[in-house]
């Protein structure tokens, strides 16, 4: 199975900060690298398909971007809704293999 | 605008069988896989199995064969089974749709998913 490792696993940012997250796969995924948000209580929700992709419906302040093994989602500006947990998912091949998951917090 | 919504019972009891049901409206289920994942309370998200609409499946090994999926596709419903389960087997439950019809279930992505459901196993 590929392995997906994220980092950081947990960050503090103020309303208006640019934001990273890193996601490394254990092998070469070419673009199949897939990005959803998760708010509490709540189902994930999809943000960026094949590393760069912008869902139907998601604001532009989310990017993607990598390929090979190394990727990064950014949050240009962050907003009061874009706190939550933030997952990569690589579907290269299967079995489907998510990140830990990245916890974005109120600083 | 495709939904789904899993149903089933939210206890059951160690060595019984776990049964959901998700149910697809507003689009369609021929073309597509759907799978089913789970989440354990405060952990990340695992795969759990597939179904085609052809009727083919696939499960992950970590689950090691307690695992069956099928489908009724007039009724556009699928259904997840877990056999012998305990309490490591809690978690909230979500059904969902790959993002692209056709042939392959990788190269693709999930979208959308159901709201999941919360499953108790007690011990």
């Known amino acids: 199975d590929i392995q997906v490792t994220q980092s950081p696993s947990y960050l503090s940012a103020s309303v208006g900060d640019r934001v990273t997250i890193s996601c490394r796969a254990s092998q070469s995924i070419s673009t199949y690298l897939n990005w959803y948000q998760q708010r509490p209580g709540k189902a994930p929700r999809l943000l960026i398909y094949f590393a760069s992709n912008l869902q139907r419906g998601v604001p532009s302040r989310f990017s993607g971007r990598g390929s090979g093994t190394d990727f990064t989602l950014t949050i240009s500006s962050l907003q009061p809704e874009d706190y939550a947990t933030y997952y990569c998912?690589?579907?290269?091949?299967?079995?489907?293999?998510f990140g830990q998951g990245t916890t974005v917090d109120i600083k | 605008q495709v939904q789904l919504q899993e149903s089933g019972p939210r206890l059951v009891k160690s060595s019984e069988t776990l049964s959901l049901t998700c149910t697809v409206s507003g689009g369609s289920v021929s073309s597509y896989y759907l799978t089913w994942f789970r989440q354990p309370p405060g952990k990340g998200l695992e795969w759990i199995g597939y179904?085609?609409?052809?009727?083919?499946?696939n499960y992950n090994s970590s689950l090691k064969g307690r695992v069956s999926i099928s489908m009724d596709t007039s009724k556009k419903q699928f259904f997840l089974k877990v056999f012998s389960v305990s309490p490591a087997d809690t978690a909230v439950y979500y059904c969902a749709r790959v993002g692209r019809d056709g042939l392959l279930f990788t190269h693709n992505w999930f979208d959308p998913w159901g709201q999941g459901i919360q499953v108790t196993v007690s011990s």
């Open positions: 998912q690589q579907s290269e091949s299967s079995p489907p293999t």
């Open positions: 179904i085609y609409y052809s009727g083919s499946t």
